[in-house]
């Protein structure tokens, strides 16, 4: 029997090739459509805003600060319950501003990478209360090579809280929701990043945990379409809280560079109510990091080792674990 050789391209092309095709896909494919979803989508937003009804029972994961306190007092208001989870008593600041709006906020200590504490602790404040808007939004973040740790603890420690924890959150809200009689469904928001598309090279743990949040948001949505369950992934750029500031985390820009998780929380809450697919705030971040990811993987390469120079000089710590 005659064998062919397997039709190969020779590796020396391929970057040409991968150029063009990226080329060809952004100009007749990626444009065009981002202009038709602009004047589809904005109306539809507008209706589906107007149609939609507030969330009467709340749960934030990483409520003790930053952009979970922010949401807790964005939502704070007459009527509805807020469900505060957080690893420690210091989520009693919180709940006594929350409750200062008279908006009944309950404590609910629980470390996310516990799953099954998770699950037991989700389920008796559903029970209560049946939960309408779960926020899977509790995070670290940390270097990926730090000389102090082991790398197994570092890497342990980022996917267990970043993913595990967000998708044991997600998933138990689903379940929770998908059980209801009255199929009245409910809505789920994950915090995955900005760095799930592109960040600083000295957090590849918490980049790949981010991104692996985007794809499981996308797909978590369409399950949750048969149920009624809205799906959303937030991706937050450069906010202005302690995992930005803190001088021990790898990231240390100055605090006018940065978001204020405030503004973030309202953009959240205002956005939410429409089921948007995903929230990626500020915009012009979000821009720079989109055209950088669909650049050329050789290009990509060159700007990845650039970033990485920039960034250790925002670092106060420096380049640590690289030296
Ligand atoms: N700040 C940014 O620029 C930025 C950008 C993109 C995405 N994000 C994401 O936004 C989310 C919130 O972060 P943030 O900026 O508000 O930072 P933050 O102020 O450090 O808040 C993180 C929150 O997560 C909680 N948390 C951490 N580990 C936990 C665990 N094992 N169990 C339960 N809670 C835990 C923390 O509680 P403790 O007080 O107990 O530590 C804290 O309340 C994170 O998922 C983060 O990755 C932030």
Avoid at 27 to 48: E, H, K
Avoid at 102 to 123: F, G, N, P, R, Y
Avoid at 126 to 144: E, K, P, S, V
């Amino acid at each position: 029997m005659i064998r062919f050789p397997p039709l190969t391209v020779p590796s020396f092309f391929h970057p040409i090739i991968e150029a063009w095709v990226i080329w060809l896909t952004t100009t007749f494919i990626s444009i065009p459509a981002a202009f038709f979803y602009m004047f589809v989508d904005a109306p539809s937003a507008l209706v589906r805003c107007l149609l939609a009804s507030e969330p009467k029972c709340i749960v934030i994961t990483g409520a003790s600060s930053g952009i979970g306190t922010s949401l807790a007092l964005a939502y704070a208001k007459p009527g509805v319950t807020i469900g505060l989870l957080g690893r420690d008593e210091s989520l009693k600041k919180v709940a006594e501003a929350v409750n200062s709006r008279w908006t009944s906020a309950e404590i609910l200590v629980c470390d996310v990478a516990d799953t099954d504490k998770l699950a037991q602790t989700l389920k008796e404040f559903d029970d209560r209360h049946n939960i309408d808007l779960l926020f899977a939004n509790a995070g670290q973040l940390g270097y990926t090579i730090d000389t102090d740790k082991e790398w197994e603890d570092q890497w342990d420690r980022i996917i267990d809280v970043n993913f595990v924890g967000a998708v044991a959150t997600a998933m138990t809200g689903f379940k929770l929701m998908e059980k209801r009689k009255n199929r009245r469904g409910g809505q789920i928001a994950i915090t995955s990043s900005i760095s799930g598309y592109f960040f600083m090279p000295q957090t590849a743990y918490y980049n790949a945990t981010k991104a692996a949040l985007i794809s499981f948001g996308r797909d978590l949505r369409y399950i949750g379409r048969q149920h009624n369950i809205k799906v959303t992934v937030i991706t937050p750029g450069t906010i202005d809280t302690r995992m930005t500031t803190d001088p021990h985390q790898p990231v240390s820009l100055p605090s006018w560079l940065l978001t204020k998780p405030e503004t973030l929380a309202q953009i959240i809450k205002r956005r939410l109510s429409y089921n948007p697919a995903t929230i990626a705030y500020p915009f012009s971040e979000h821009l720079v990091s989109w055209v950088t990811q669909s650049l050329p993987t050789a290009l990509l390469d060159n700007v990845t080792w650039l970033v990485g120079k920039v960034s250790s000089s925002f670092s106060q710590t420096g380049s640590r674990g690289f030296s």
